[in-house]
């Protein structure tokens, strides 16, 4: 087997001593669901990374990254070696002119991040405040709230091959970023790890406050700190905390229709909540789960929260059976109501990509 990595020294040999066998993943997700993971280790830094990635390249063991455990349903004891990124550090270098290039490890934060950047008065990432979870997450599903999305200010993300240990840059426009989506939940879901991003800031920038009425509550010249605390303020009012009720934040997309299929729907659905996006129409998700009757409702321990549809919520389940029921309901409801397809925004594990991850090892050997 051709591998990169290099030979194993004490070094490794200490890392490979950390990992754990058998361990729950219970306060490893926001669903609190109480699964296991076969091997288990936290990466602390880049060389505890390559270590660790080396020994499951070594004994073939499927590898799963995790930051905060907020954007996952896991459905199953996970197979192989979980690795949960904790590398830290950020790195500001501030340009002639008005721009800042920040350098922060994928173990940051994210909402630290942003409080951090607020703090320092940069702009471009105020209305992401309290996203849950890591800076290394955040392009994997290119997170976005009120009318921003990380690849707005993403310059370049730097991976791992999980493989051969390569740790290099990739530009932000190669990445495959779209709406809750990237190519590290595709084509690079077996093989790339990110490590850290680069994300490009501005010293005097513009506010955008025309998403989710956020310009209705603030003064008429809003401070960067006054969007940043009302970003906080409204979310606060709307989303449950996962610290208090177990969620992983939206379940669902929000669903993408054609010109056509919008005008359809908007004249048997006057009150229909859609915005222009692209050809078609984004419609919210939470309106047409609403409107099909789900908000409130429990159902074995689960149940869709009070005061946003959108959100799924655990509130004592240890599985996720229940859950995955209650998913398919409301997406049989939606559809029979609607005729729309409502996609889920969280990731499952145990996932297929293990199978990749496999094949990808017996074509190195
Ligand atoms: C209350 C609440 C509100 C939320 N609001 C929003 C919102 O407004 N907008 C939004 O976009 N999301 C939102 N989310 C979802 C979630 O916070 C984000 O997707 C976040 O980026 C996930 O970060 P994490 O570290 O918890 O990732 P995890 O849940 O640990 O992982 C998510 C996925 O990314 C992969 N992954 C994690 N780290 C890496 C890495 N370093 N390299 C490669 N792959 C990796 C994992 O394998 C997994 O597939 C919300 C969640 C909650 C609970």
New binding site residues.
């Given amino acids: 087997m051709n591998m990169r990595f290099s030979s194993r020294d004490c070094f490794s040999q200490n890392v490979e001593d950390s990992i754990q066998k058998n361990i729950s993943l219970a306060t490893y ?2 669903f609190r669901f109480a699964y296991r993971a076969e091997f288990f280790a936290i990466a602390d830094s880049l060389d505890v990374l390559k270590a660790l990635l080396a020994w499951a390249s070594r004994f073939k063991h499927e590898v ?9 349903l896991i459905s199953g004891d996970v197979k192989g070696l979980v690795i949960v ?1 904790r590398l830290t550090g950020i790195n500001a270098r501030e340009h002639s002119g008005n721009l800042i290039s920040l350098t922060v490890a ?1 173990g940051e934060n ?1 909402h630290q991040l942003v409080e951090f950047t607020v703090n320092q008065g940069w702009f471009g990432l105020e209305n992401l405040a309290l ?4 800076v ?3 392009p ?6 009120y009318g921003v999305e990380i690849k707005d200010v993403l310059a370049r993300v730097q991976v791992i091959n999980r493989l051969s240990g390569d740790v290099y840059w990739v530009n932000a426009r190669d990445c495959g970023l779209a709406y ?1 989506d990237s190519h ?2 595709g084509k690079w879901l077996s093989t ?4 850290a991003v680069e994300i490009s800031l501005k010293k005097q920038g513009r506010l955008l406050l025309t998403y989710g009425g956020l310009s209705d509550r603030l003064p008429a010249q809003p401070s960067l700190k006054n969007v940043f605390d009302m970003v906080c303020q409204v ?1 606060s009012e709307k ?4 610290k208090t009720l177990a ?4 379940f669902f997309k929000n669903p993408i229709v054609s010109q056509d299929q919008h005008e359809v729907l908007k004249a048997r659905f006057p009150n229909l909540v859609s915005f222009r996006f692209e050809d078609g129409f984004k419609l919210a998700a939470g309106w047409l789960i609403d409107q099909a009757g789900w908000k409130g409702k429990q159902f074995h321990g689960v149940g869709v929260y009070e005061k946003q549809a959108l ?1 799924l919520v655990n509130y004592k389940d240890e599985t996720a059976d229940s859950l995955l029921l209650l998913e398919a309901e409301i997406k049989q409801s939606v559809y029979d109501l609607y005729g729309v397809n409502l996609e889920r ?3 499952q ?1 145990p996932s297929l990509m293990y199978l990749d991850h496999a094949t990808n090892l017996e074509t190195l050997n």
């Fill in positions: 997700n926001t799963t990254m995790i930051g905060g455990g907020s954007n996952l990124n994928a994210w996203i849950p979870g890591t290394g997450a955040a994997v599903q290119n997170i976005g709230a809750r590290f939940k790339l790890l990110i490590t979310r989303l449950p905390d996962p969620n992983a934040g939206s959100v925004e969280p990731v594990l």
